[in-house]
């Protein structure tokens, strides 16, 4: 590897690093009390958009590593990695918005995040940090509406609006079944 390249490995590296730092004093923090006013969010790029997923989810981001395929599996189940020998059903957040297959890239992470007691991946083009966002910001879509079983509603980000992902919604295979 060249030296660019592997300045920007370690950069990226250490991004991701100072993100599960960030997570650990806030899950510590949470521990000593509860802010309800507020929800910490690890803010992500899915295509053109921003998307967010609730920080207390979140374990860490990791680099797209290869991806062992699933056979038969939708679009945007594109496989799953084995992270210290437990295996990882990963989601293409993109895939699952659009219902289209994308080629993953070298540049792809993948933010792994618990529900229940079961471990998630979830493939975005970048995770680029920790938003807090009010509880009063968050903006509910109506029923119906497109991507609402996967939204828990909209959200500032910066100049832009996200939508804050349903983990839970977004990885359910229960129509692969």
């Known amino acids: 590897m060249d030296r660019p390249s592997a300045n920007s490995a370690i950069r990226g590296e250490l991004d991701k690093l100072q993100l599960r730092v960030h997570a650990l004093q806030l899950q510590l923090e949470r521990l000593e009390g509860v802010d309800r006013d507020h929800l910490e969010v690890v803010t992500c790029l899915a295509g053109d958009q921003t998307v967010a997923v609730p920080l207390e989810f979140v374990e860490r981001v990791v680099l797209v590593p290869a991806l062992l395929p699933l056979p038969d599996a939708p679009a945007w189940l594109p496989g799953c990695l084995v992270l210290a020998g437990e295996p ?9 918005l659009s219902g289209k297959r994308r080629e993953i890239s070298i540049s792809d992470v993948v933010v792994i995040a618990r529900v229940d007691d ?5 493939l975005v083009q970048d995770a680029s940090g920790v938003w807090n966002v009010a509880r009063s910001e968050i903006n509910k879509l109506a029923d119906g509406a497109s991507h609402a079983r996967f939204v828990l509603g909209l959200i500032p980000v910066q100049d832009r ?3 804050l992902l349903s983990v839970r919604a ?3 295979v229960d129509e692969i079944r």
């Open 88 to 96: 990882i059903a990963v989601t293409d957040v993109t895939a699952r």
């Open 118 to 122: 079961k471990r998630v991946g979830l």
């Open 161 to 163: 609006v996200g939508m």
């Open 170 to 172: 977004v990885t359910t």
